[in-house]
């Protein structure tokens, strides 16, 4: 197999800069800066990057199993990463994911803090150019993949940042919003386009369709019944500055979330696995098991869910318990 082929590091900086670049566009970051944003920064904000990451992935993954465009040949290339090579390239998903999350931070921002608007574009352009030149780097994907990506990423972006506080008002307020949010990515990831051979694309899709689902049935609830939320009307002077005894919090913050967040996934795994185990008669060990479409879909949207859910409900009923609100 081309991504077993050997290569020599003669630029370390390079290497390391491009690999922890690439990793911004992977469940490790998503898990992490998502959730550390709605625990510390604006609930608003969070809400509009988790969105809008559930939709633009989405619209990638499905785009790459219609499209059907290989990677690129190795050689001439070296491939740095071996999961993700079973999938196909056009668009690179994760040059969608960086335009998306990077541009819709700036945007949701920019209408509730005051602070230099070239400092922002210049951070987004920064964190989008990195993820997507990584994805070169690593053998991954083409220009055109990369450049296919962001650009899908943008035409969203314009599409739905204007709509935005109307599509967050409904997701807040309709008694509908629980009922939909779980159903229709439920139904997506189950009509989740037919392969020739297994990729681990609509697995992913599912994870982050269950992730999103459940996050946005967590706002609407907290909505509901825990506090109001603000949308993006709202406009305060500057970022606080964070002081010593404020930056602990934040730190504690982040630590109490993700501890919840792990047990929460590691939970739902080994109970959901274990019922559909029991369901379905297949030992612990069967991956292509858990690969059928009755066994993956049902395991992950609903272990991810509930991390949404835990996420948003959860970890900040948690904060208020132990005094970090």
Same mark, same amino acid.
Request: charged share 15%; glycine share 6%.
């Given at each position: 197999? #081309?991504?077993?082929?050997?290569?020599?590091?003669? $630029?370390?900086?390079?290497?390391?800069?491009?690999?922890?670049?690439?990793?911004?566009?992977?469940?490790? +970051?998503?898990?992490?800066?998502?959730?550390?944003?709605?625990? $510390?920064?604006?609930?608003?904000?969070?809400?509009?990057?988790?969105?809008?990451?559930s939709v633009v992935m989405y619209i990638g993954q499905v785009?790459? #199993?219609?499209?059907?465009?290989?990677?690129?040949?190795?050689?001439?290339?070296?491939?740095?990463?071996?999961?993700? #090579?079973?999938?196909?390239?056009?668009?690179?998903?994760?040059?969608?994911?960086?335009?998306?999350?990077?541009?819709?931070?700036?945007?949701?921002?920019? $209408?509730?803090?005051?602070?230099?608007?070239?400092?922002? %574009?210049?951070?987004?352009?920064?964190?989008?150019?990195?993820?997507?030149?990584?994805?070169?780097?690593?053998?991954?994907?083409?220009?055109?993949?990369?450049?296919?990506?962001?650009?899908?990423?943008?035409?969203?972006?314009?599409?739905?940042?204007?709509? @935005?506080?109307?599509?967050?008002?409904?997701?807040?307020?309709?008694?509908?919003?629980?009922?939909?949010?779980?159903?229709?990515?439920?139904?997506?990831?189950?009509?989740?386009?037919?392969?020739?051979?297994?990729?681990?694309?609509?697995?992913?899709?599912? !994870?982050?369709?269950?992730?999103?689902?459940?996050?946005?049935?967590? +706002? @609407?609830?907290? $909505?509901?019944? *825990?506090?109001?939320?603000?949308?993006?009307?709202? +406009?305060?002077?500057?970022?606080?500055?964070?002081?010593?005894?404020? %930056?602990?919090?934040?730190?504690?913050?982040?630590?109490?979330?993700? &501890?919840?967040?792990?047990?929460?996934?590691?939970?739902?795994?080994?109970?959901?696995? &274990?019922?559909?185990?029991?369901?379905?008669? +297949?030992?612990?060990?069967?991956?292509?098991?858990?690969?059928? %479409?009755?066994?993956?879909?049902?395991?992950?949207?609903?272990?991810?869910?509930?991390? &949404?859910?835990?996420? !948003?409900?959860?970890?900040?009923?948690?904060?208020? *318990?132990? &005094?970090?609100?």
């Open positions: 197999q #081309d991504c077993a082929q050997k290569y020599v590091v003669k $630029n370390y900086f390079y290497y390391y800069l491009f690999r922890f670049s690439a990793a911004l566009g992977e469940e490790v +970051f998503y898990i992490t800066f998502l959730p550390f944003t709605y625990w $510390n920064i604006d609930h608003s904000v969070s809400r509009r990057m988790i969105v809008i990451w785009s790459k #199993d219609l499209l059907k465009w290989p990677r690129p040949l190795s050689p001439p290339v070296v491939k740095l990463e071996r999961r993700t #090579d079973a999938e196909y390239g056009m668009p690179s998903t994760h040059a969608m994911a960086a335009t998306a999350i990077s541009f819709s931070f700036l945007s949701a921002t920019t $209408n509730h803090y005051k602070f230099p608007f070239e400092l922002g %574009l210049t951070g987004a352009l920064l964190f989008s150019t990195l993820v997507c030149l990584s994805r070169l780097y690593t053998g991954m994907h083409t220009v055109l993949d990369v450049l296919g990506g962001a650009l899908i990423s943008a035409v969203l972006l314009v599409l739905v940042c204007p709509a @935005w506080d109307s599509i967050d008002r409904v997701l807040l307020t309709s008694p509908l919003c629980p009922l939909l949010s779980l159903a229709v990515p439920l139904l997506l990831c189950y009509k989740y386009p037919k392969l020739d051979s297994y990729s681990p694309t609509r697995a992913d899709t599912t !994870t982050i369709l269950g992730a999103g689902a459940g996050a946005t049935v967590g +706002f @609407w609830l907290n $909505n509901q019944y *825990v506090a109001a939320a603000s949308t993006s009307d709202g +406009f305060r002077p500057g970022f606080p500055l964070l002081s010593g005894p404020m %930056l602990v919090v934040v730190l504690a913050r982040f630590l109490v979330g993700i &501890g919840i967040i792990l047990v929460t996934r590691q939970l739902a795994k080994s109970l959901v696995l &274990g019922a559909l185990r029991y369901c379905y008669k +297949f030992p612990m060990g069967d991956l292509e098991a858990r690969r059928r %479409l009755e066994v993956e879909v049902p395991y992950k949207f609903v272990t991810y869910s509930s991390v &949404g859910f835990s996420a !948003t409900v959860i970890v900040p009923l948690l904060h208020q *318990v132990l &005094g970090l609100i």
